[in-house]
């Protein structure tokens, strides 16, 4: 295939906008002009060359018919300008009447070209235009269909985990609470003996913020008595197991956390009155249902949320005088002890540490 034969061949996307201009006629643009019978023809210019050239023979005719003998063209010399003069004119004529023809043309097909782009351009506009109307609704519904029903399942999963099957027990012994509950009687009454009595050693007050194991814990309930006695720790005592004995009725027990545990000095920093993201590692409980229970319980019981921040405070006040003797070994064993598991999780879900 010649180059001539290929530029006779129309163009694709021509016949693409001329089929999408025929089968949407209500959206014809104005630039969209359709193929007139005189571009295969002759035109005007065309009409006007041949008047020209039959004018430009008449003169030279005329000129050599009516010129004297000794005259006219049949003496011109040279021969050459006699013929340059004679044809060049036909020429020019001509090649200007080609080129007049040429740019018709061409701006006749640049004009079909650009009404088949429009018409193409529009087509795909109103196209995507309904796809975007008619899909939008749907992909934001089946968003927020997925997402609610993540919110469900998470519900769900929460409440299927905190289900314990297990036989209700108590977060400390009966006999720990019962020995808490008959001290805290007499401490509204307070004693002045009490508070001549010499400071309670830190591994007995370390074990009774742990309190009992086991009903046969002697040792702990040997540490909870003299705990007990010392104003002070029995405040923090007390508090610890009211908010205990609170959890456990959502089924949260302390010996089931395995929270992150902290260095020493993040607890001194935050003994010394450090708050926020600087020690947020004291915050290392990661149960998530413990959390979602807790936080839950803390917004709609008034009671219990009474009880948790009264022991967020008798805490960090305790912690704050116990940092100043204690060491680094004394601070990680009270961490690990069911009291401060139970400030790590109220102290994150209160936002303790944020």
């Known amino acids: 295939m010649t180059a001539q034969d290929a530029s006779k061949r129309p163009s694709p996307l021509a016949g693409q906008g001329i089929k999408s201009a025929q089968s949407h006629p209500g959206q014809a643009t104005s630039g969209q002009v359709s193929s007139s019978p005189s571009d295969a023809g002759m035109g005007s210019a065309e009409m006007v060359a041949i008047l020209l050239s039959a004018l430009w023979l008449l003169v ?38 080609s080129a007049l023809r040429s740019a018709r043309v ?16 529009h087509s795909y ?15 934001s519904q089946k968003l927020e269909e997925i997402a609610e029903a993540a919110r469900k399942t998470e519900t769900a999963l929460a409440t299927f985990q905190s289900s314990r099957h297990a036989p209700a027990r108590p977060a400390i012994p009966a006999e720990a609470t ?6 805290q009687g007499s401490l509204a ?35 909870l008595r003299a705990a007990l006695k010392d104003r002070k720790a029995a405040q923090v005592v007390q508090a610890a197991q009211d908010v205990l004995t609170l959890l456990s009725q959502d089924g949260i027990y302390m010996d089931d956390l395995r929270p992150d545990m902290a ?40 009671i219990f ?20 003797e204690a060491s ?27």
């Open 328 to 354: 680094d070994g004394e601070i990680t064993a009270l961490g690990d002890t069911r009291t401060a598991r139970a400030f790590m999780l109220l102290g994150r879900v209160a936002g303790t540490f944020d």
């Open 263 to 302: 260095r020493p000095e993040i607890w001194r920093q935050f003994a010394q009155g450090t708050r926020g993201r600087a020690v947020a590692a004291l915050g290392g409980v990661r149960d998530r249902t413990s959390l979602a229970l807790t936080s839950a319980r803390m917004k709609q019981d008034p």
């Open 305 to 324: 949320r009474d009880a948790a921040h009264h022991f967020l405070r008798r805490f960090d006040k305790m912690f704050a005088e116990f940092e100043t």
């Open 106 to 121: 061409m701006r006749s097909e640049s004009q079909r070209l650009q009404a088949a782009i429009d018409s193409l351009r």
């Open 178 to 183: 019962k020995l808490a509950t008959e001290d």
């Open 60 to 97: 030279v005719l005329t000129l050599f018919l009516l010129a004297p003998a000794d005259q006219g063209i049949a003496h011109w010399t040279p021969t050459v300008l006699t013929v340059l003069a004679i044809v060049m004119p036909l020429v020019m004529i001509w090649v200007g009447t």
């Open 125 to 139: 506009l109103t196209h995507v235009q309904q796809t975007q109307a008619a899909g939008e609704p749907t992909v």
């Open 189 to 223: 009454l307070g004693t002045s003996a009490e508070d001549m009595a010499a400071p309670l050693p830190a591994e007995q007050f370390i074990r009774a913020l742990n309190f009992p194991e086991t009903a046969e814990d002697e040792d702990g309930f040997t540490a």
